[in-house]
């Protein structure tokens, strides 16, 4: 049975510059340039915190499926609410990048590697349930626009009396 081994493993100012012109290239200069803003607009100390938060999350997904947790589970949602906040701290995610994410931890060799230093099942892992955790938000979404309309549709009725 494969056991938690470390942290996930920071990345030299080299490897970060070239995630960024990776990111550039994917999601547009604005974007990720804002996105470098927000993070040196945060002081050293909440850079750290960020990172130790992120860190935490990650841990605590490992910690969760090795439990036998699976997706859906009131805990995972718990957990990945965390993630989807943590992320704030950088960009706004929407459904699609939280999805594109998932995916991207478990083919990404560098994704992979990182969060294999946590538990060598963990990128697989952050697929699904992140695969389950955006489909359910988007189910969640659809039922409220749902619901909107059903109202909207109920005023105008009432109205025509």
């Known amino acids: 049975m494969a056991k938690k081994k470390r942290g996930l493993k920071q990345h030299s100012e080299e490897q970060q510059k070239q995630y960024e ?19 040196n607009d945060y002081s050293k100390a909440q850079q750290d915190a960020i990172i130790a938060e992120g860190g935490q999350i990650y841990s605590d997904l490992a910690d969760a499926m090795t439990a036998g947790k699976s997706a859906g589970d009131t805990a995972v949602t718990e957990i990945l609410d965390r993630w989807q906040a943590h992320l704030r ?28 230093n946590i538990h060598v099942d963990l990128p697989a892992y952050l697929e699904q349930v992140i695969e389950a955790y955006v489909d359910d938000l988007e189910t969640a979404e659809l039922e409220r626009m749902l619901a909107e309309d059903e109202e909207m549709e109920q005023r105008r009725n009432n109205l025509s009396l």
């Open 89 to 116: 701290h950088f960009y706004e995610p929407s459904l699609d990048r939280l999805r594109g994410l998932g995916q991207l931890y478990n083919s990404s060799p560098e994704f992979i590697a990182n969060f294999q």
């Open 21 to 39: 012109r990776e990111a550039r290239l994917q999601y547009g200069p604005s974007e990720v340039n804002a996105t470098i803003e927000r993070w």
